[in-house]
């Protein structure tokens, strides 16, 4: 079984890296370094901030690049995105001479409910066991196998992907947690706005994610990192594009309330108790009734007399002499 936990994924993508790869010669060269260099320069910001951590790649997707950090306390949430970002924006300079740039987003996801991690063998000839696939699972994960790939799937995994796909240089994407956890932060931090500061929240939309709540319209937060840009500052006296914290709480509390919300949000070391809510366990149930349908020697009936050892097999009946 896993411990309760929550992870904060976060996205790392190349913008503009399909035309790159058309139009350049040894235009691997500028991906082998994005897959040394990126994680190098988040190393050295997470040492320099003493980040709660650490950072572990997830998985590379192309021209992305996946990583995840436990948290237990939405300060953390919020230290790691802005490392994150602040990562990104050292990268773009690398990427510059390039003409490429970078894009992401982020997403939380809570274990052992509603979401799992899964084992996957990485030679199928290996496995043999008649045990249910949650015992399987369950006995991979408490080894850590190298005869296993390990991953993770569920619900917020889904969403947060709808989430990342709606990213752009300018946008970073956050799900309804993440913006949660952040904009409690600075809440809880009051009239000092330097501590937690939100000045680049916005709500960009609501947008309709095919198979995420039923089809209700999913609140797409996000961190707008061009937002200190002099005409973009002219244009937000305008538009007014920024959002309270408090509002922004107020609607994530409203989400996770709706019974039909399709993700957690567990954080042990916070001070609010809607947060420290142990999730459930997910499988708990798949794990009690994974042997049903297994075959059984049924018990005798203590009121029918059991065949002898050499009872005949033949269905014809026998022949009683009437003499």
Not at 25 to 40: E, G, K, M, N
Not at 83 to 95: D, F, P, T
Not at 175 to 194: F, L, N, P, R, Y
Request: negative net charge; contains cysteine; glycine residues 6%.
């Amino acid at each position: 079984m896993t411990t309760p936990h929550s992870l904060l994924f976060l996205s790392c993508d190349i913008v503009g890296s399909t035309k790159f790869k058309q139009q350049r010669d040894l235009w691997q060269i500028t991906f082998l370094s994005f897959y040394r260099q990126f994680p190098q320069m988040l190393g050295d910001i997470t040492v320099a901030q003493e980040i709660h951590g650490p950072f572990e790649l997830w998985k590379p997707v192309g021209d992305e690049l996946i990583f995840t950090v436990r948290v237990s306390h939405e300060s953390e949430i919020f230290a790691a995105v802005r490392s994150w970002l602040e990562a990104m924006k050292q990268y773009e300079m690398v990427l510059a001479k390039e003409g490429l740039a970078t894009k992401g987003g982020a997403f939380l996801a809570t274990f052992p409910g509603p979401d799992s991690e899964s084992s996957i063998p990485r030679d199928p000839r290996t496995e043999t066991s008649d045990k249910g696939v949650v015992e399987l699972n369950d006995e991979a994960l408490a080894t850590r196998s190298a005869d296993y790939m390990y991953d993770y799937f569920g619900p917020s995994i889904d969403t947060g992907f709808r989430v990342l796909s709606a990213c752009s240089q300018r946008h970073f994407t956050l799900s309804v947690e993440v913006a949660w956890a952040m904009a409690q932060c600075a809440v809880d931090a009051g009239v000092d706005e330097s501590t937690f500061p939100l000045a680049d929240m916005r709500l960009l939309d609501t947008r309709e994610f095919k198979g995420v709540w039923d089809g209700r319209e999913y609140p797409l937060f996000s961190l707008d990192r061009h937002h200190d840009d002099s005409v973009n500052r002219a244009l937000a006296k305008l538009r007014n594009p920024a959002v309270q914290p408090l509002a922004v709480v107020n609607l994530c509390r409203a989400c996770g309330d709706d019974p039909n919300w399709p993700s957690g949000l567990y954080l042990p070391n916070s001070s609010w108790a809607s947060f420290r809510t142990v999730p459930t366990d997910s499988l708990e149930n798949g794990r009690s009734n994974s042997m049903d349908g297994a075959e059984t020697v049924p018990e005798s009936d203590p009121g029918v007399e059991s065949l002898e050892a050499d009872a005949p097999l033949s269905s014809t009946p026998t022949t009683i002499d009437s003499d």
